[in-house]
């Protein structure tokens, strides 16, 4: 049996200043309630960079300075409405949040939470992500 393609998603990592620390922004899968970040498939006319950034208002009302070049990648298995499970790459680029919009297409489906950086690390399943967390620190 053929192993599906490996598919790339582009997500944002929030992040900001909470007095001197560094904080991370988490927001609860729509599926599972575990902890992830703002991902999502590339949009024809944006760049990687737009796309996450564009993901980070649209699942979490954030706007912010995006980071032209990723600063990491992880792997994961997007589970699919059929009960497959895509293979997926995402390039991860930081965002400095500057703005919470006060409304954004899914606002209400999903939890957001602030979190210092090793308790954001904590938090997310994906090895990978935990390793680009950490190194946002």
Avoid at 84 to 107: D, G, N, S
Avoid at 116 to 126: I, L, M
Wanted: net charge positive.
């Amino acid at each position: 049996m053929k192993k599906p393609a490996k598919m790339t998603q582009y997500a944002a990592l929030p992040w900001r200043y909470s007095g001197a620390r560094r904080e991370v922004l988490l927001i609860s899968s729509r599926d599972t309630g575990r902890w992830v970040i703002p991902k999502g498939w590339p949009i024809k006319g944006l760049s990687p960079a737009e796309t996450a950034a564009r993901e980070a208002f649209e699942e979490a009302g954030l706007g912010g300075e995006v980071s032209r070049k990723p600063i990491g990648a992880f792997e994961y298995g997007k589970k699919l409405g059929n009960g497959a499970v895509q293979p997926c790459r995402v390039e991860v680029f930081a965002l400095e949040q500057q703005v919470q919009h006060p409304q954004w297409p899914e606002q209400g489906q999903r939890r957001l939470q602030w979190f210092s950086v090793p308790e954001a690390a904590e938090a997310v399943d994906e090895p990978q992500l935990k390793t680009i967390i950490r190194k946002l620190g």
